[in-house]
């Protein structure tokens, strides 16, 4: 059974940090492109961060670089997210993503969110 399950996100105060983890099981995570995105209400998901397979290439959405940094642990089949100088507008349902493309199949799995409120 595939599971992605996320953690480590909460209220904190702008200018704040917060470290995301997920956690894989399931698949040979090791084999996967991790991402994670956000929603924020109203608004369309969109990438925070991804780090390909194996971790030596990663991007960014647009103004998170240089404040995000996305790593994995392939040993511990799991994918962080360090969120340094939070501002509010980061505020939103953080997912993490697992995809692997093959000639002829797709395969995309996504946990349940964890919820990132940035506020004084």
């Known amino acids: 059974q595939v599971q992605l399950v996320e953690s480590g996100g909460g209220l904190v105060q702008p200018g704040g940090s917060l470290r995301l983890s997920c956690v894989a099981s399931g698949f040979a995570f090791s084999s996967f492109a991790m991402s994670w995105y956000r929603q924020a209400p109203g608004k369309e998901r969109e990438l925070v961060a991804g780090?390909?397979?194996?971790?030596?290439?990663?991007n960014y959405g647009n103004s998170m670089e240089g404040r995000f940094t996305i790593s994995r642990d392939d040993g511990k089949d799991t994918v962080y997210l360090q969120m340094n100088s939070l501002k509010p507008e980061d505020t939103a349902v953080y997912y993490c993503?697992?995809?692997?493309?093959?000639?002829?199949?797709?395969?995309?799995?996504w946990g349940q969110g964890t919820q990132v409120t940035v506020s004084s």
């Open positions: 993503n697992a995809r692997r493309v093959l000639t002829l199949r797709k395969y995309d799995y």
């Open positions: 780090i390909g397979s194996p971790g030596t290439n990663t």
